[in-house]
């Protein structure tokens, strides 16, 4: 496994199986120019809620890390809520499979899972 981080831990980073899930849904797309995009808006019952989604656009101020070739980017209002955040990618068989964040800034989060503060 590779892992490379700007800037120490400010944003978040991708384990092996969230990285080879990516990469398999970006080889996927056709468009190897595509990043995984994680940040935080405000909403749901808690305060915010995540949103994961593949971009183009990399700012000069988006926080990057790299996981084997994949590459997360976290904008600069999301970082301080995201620094040291963990995106992983659970395959539970019947149960589903889906990307799961670890995050250590979450003090809380609502009864639906979906949101935190």
């Known amino acids: 496994m590779t892992t490379e981080q700007t800037e120490t831990t400010r944003g978040a980073t991708l384990t092996p199986?969230?990285?080879a899930k990516v990469k398999e849904l970006i080889e996927a797309e056709g468009d190897p120019n595509l990043v995984l995009r994680l940040g935080v808006v405000p909403g749901g019952c808690s305060g915010f809620t995540y949103e994961m989604y593949f971009d183009t656009q990399v700012d000069p101020t988006d926080v990057v890390a790299e996981t084997d070739g994949v590459k997360i980017v976290v904008d600069a209002q999301s970082a301080t809520l995201l620094a040291g955040a963990v995106v992983?990618?659970?395959?539970?068989?019947?149960?589903?499979?889906?990307?799961a964040i670890d995050n250590p800034n979450q003090q809380r989060g609502c009864g639906c899972g979906q949101s935190f503060c």
């Open 17 to 19: 199986a969230a990285a």
């Open 88 to 99: 992983d990618f659970r395959d539970r068989g019947l149960q589903g499979a889906g990307f």
